[in-house]
C-alpha cells in the first residue's frame, strides 16, 4: 500500500539553525500538507500546497517557514532560524484532491527538538 | 475559528463493549467532519469521513453519527479489542484544512 514517508525521523538543532524536514509524498496525490504538533498538544495545521503554490496558511506559518517542491517526488518545510518553541512534531500529508470529502494520507512525522 | 471538544479523559473499556466518543464543535458546521486514529510517536490514520447531509456511517466495527443541530459527533466502535487502544481524533474539514481536536485515549482491556 502506498504510504507517506519522511526524513528524517528525529531531527536535533540548536537555536537559530535553519533546518529542512522532507517528505515523499503518495506519488499520485497532487495535494500536501504540513501539520506539526507539540508534545501533548493537539496536530495543528500548518500550510497547504498545491500546483507549485501555497494555497492555505495558519497563522503559525510565519515567515521562518517555507515550503518547496524542489522535484517530482519532494515536499519539504523550510524553518530559517529555529525557537525552542518549534520543538514539536511534524506530520506531512497528501491527499488525491482538496476541495472536497478526501482523506488525507499522514506521515510518520519528524520529531524536531530544538535546544 | 472553531472549538473542537473531545473527551478529555481516557475512556477504560472492556473488550467485547462499544465505546463511544464525543466531539462537539462551536460555531458553524462543517461540511465534512472526519475521524482520524494516532498511536503514540505516529501520524494520523484516516478511519472514517462523514458529509453534513448524511446522518451515519459505519465501516466494519466504527460507527460515526453527525447531528449538524446538536453540533456533535459521535464515533462508536463496537465488539471493541485491545487493538483498538489508540487516541481517536476528531476532525472538521475545512476545505482541505483539517482542524483537529485534541483527541480522547481508548484502553481496551482484555
Known amino acids: 500500500e502506498p504510504e507517506v514517508t519522511q526524513t528524517p525521523s528525529h531531527q536535533v538543532t540548536q537555536m537559530g539553525q535553519e533546518v529542512i524536514l522532507r517528505c515523499v509524498p503518495i506519488?499520485?496525490?497532487?495535494?500536501f500538507y504540513w501539520y506539526r504538533q507539540i508534545l501533548g498538544q493537539k496536530v495543528e495545521f500548518l500550510v497547504s500546497?498545491?500546483?507549485?503554490?501555497?494555497?492555505?496558511k495558519s497563522e503559525i506559518f510565519d515567515d521562518q517557514f517555507s515550503v518547496e517542491r524542489p522535484d517530482g517526488s519532494n515536499f519539504t518545510l523550510k524553518i530559517r532560524s529555529t525557537k525552542l518553541e518549534d520543538s514539536a512534531m511534524y506530520f506531512c500529508?497528501?491527499?488525491?484532491?482538496?476541495?472536497?470529502?478526501?482523506?488525507?494520507?499522514f506521515g510518520p512525522g519528524t520529531r524536531l527538538t530544538v535546544t | 475559528s472553531q472549538k473542537i471538544e473531545q473527551n478529555s479523559e481516557a475512556l477504560n473499556i472492556q473488550e467485547g463493549k462499544t465505546a463511544t466518543l464525543t466531539c462537539n464543535y462551536t460555531?458553524?458546521?462543517?461540511?465534512?467532519l472526519q475521524w482520524y486514529r494516532q498511536d503514540p510517536g505516529r501520524g494520523p490514520v484516516f478511519l472514517l469521513l462523514?458529509?453534513?447531509?448524511?446522518k451515519e456511517k459505519r465501516k466494519e466495527r466504527l460507527k460515526v453519527t453527525f447531528d449538524t443541530t446538536l453540533k456533535q459527533s459521535l464515533f462508536h466502535i463496537t465488539a471493541s479489542q485491545p487493538a483498538d487502544s489508540a487516541t481517536y481524533l476528531c476532525?472538521?474539514?475545512?476545505?482541505?484544512?483539517?482542524?483537529f481536536g485534541a483527541g480522547t485515549q481508548v484502553v481496551v482491556t482484555p
Open positions: 500529508a497528501s491527499s488525491s484532491a482538496f476541495r472536497g470529502p478526501y482523506e488525507q494520507y
Open positions: 506519488s499520485n496525490h497532487l495535494y
Open positions: 500546497f498545491y500546483n507549485n503554490e501555497i494555497s492555505e
Open positions: 460555531n458553524y458546521s462543517p461540511a465534512y
Open positions: 462523514i458529509r453534513e447531509n448524511e
Open positions: 476532525a472538521l474539514d475545512s476545505w482541505g484544512k483539517l482542524q
